[in-house]
């Protein structure tokens, strides 16, 4: 099956810096990633959808200069979350697609915690 | 807008039974695809099963069969003979070309020995 790779797994940071995130997919090329970000006990809440080569589409109350979203190639998109506070640790999820039989693959995760 | 509810938070199944989890969605689109995902602790998340809004066959991956209604907009799923390895949270999702994968509240399942 088609792989996604999402690095870091895990992320610290302090208040103020910002903290990049990589969605890869190895061996499809992913016309489209979406990014989502994710409470404990809670479910995957869509922040953003990247084609690639155009702007990202945010979700209504994702701020869009906070959470910078780059799909510059069919396998790669990134997500910066710029000058990060402690509000913005979360568990961030990447998705691309579509794969095999219009499948979409998800990234392992990264856990980002700001002090 | 799309939209996807699932309506139970947790369910709980003695192993080896059957459990069904429910899912309804609304979508104003006429091709779209559902989908049920598996999300166990490692928060990895794993694709257990997917149906083509065309299709009218139910979809069917081993243990797991669902059943879609598409004129109610249901999309439930059934694990049968459940084992210790199913507990997980399970998501219902759903996706529309060239749109957005949207998933619902999420059921977590336990599985008791």
């Known amino acids: 099956g088609a792989v996604v790779s999402q690095h870091p797994s895990w992320v610290i940071c302090k208040s103020g810096t910002s903290v990049k995130i990589e969605c890869r997919s190895l061996?499809?090329?992913?016309?489209?990633m979406f990014w989502y970000r994710q409470f404990p006990k809670q479910s995957l809440m869509l922040m953003a959808t990247s084609n690639e080569g155009s702007k990202a589409t945010y979700e209504q109350g994702v701020e869009k200069d906070k959470f910078l979203i780059n799909h510059a190639s069919l396998t790669l998109s990134t997500l910066t979350v710029t000058s990060a506070h402690p509000e913005d640790s979360s568990f961030y999820i990447c998705s691309a697609g579509p794969g095999e039989n219009e499948k979409l693959f998800f990234g392992s995760g990264t856990q980002l915690s700001v002090l | 807008a799309q939209t996807v509810t699932q309506s139970q938070p947790e369910m709980s199944v003695q192993e080896a039974e059957t459990v069904t989890l429910s899912c309804t969605y609304d979508t104003s689109e006429s091709d779209y695809y559902l989908f049920w995902y598996k999300q166990p602790p490692s928060r990895q998340m794993i694709l257990v099963i997917r149906q083509e809004a065309y299709k009218q066959q139910n979809a069917t991956e081993n243990r797991f069969s669902v059943n879609f209604q598409k004129a109610a907009k249901s999309f439930s799923l059934k694990i049968s003979d459940s084992q210790l390895g199913d507990a997980a949270m399970y998501f219902c999702?759903?996706?529309?070309?060239?749109?957005?994968?949207?998933f619902g509240q999420g059921t977590e399942l336990s599985v008791k020995p």
């Open positions: 999702a759903l996706y529309n070309q060239g749109g957005k994968l949207i």
């Open positions: 061996d499809f090329q992913a016309t489209t």
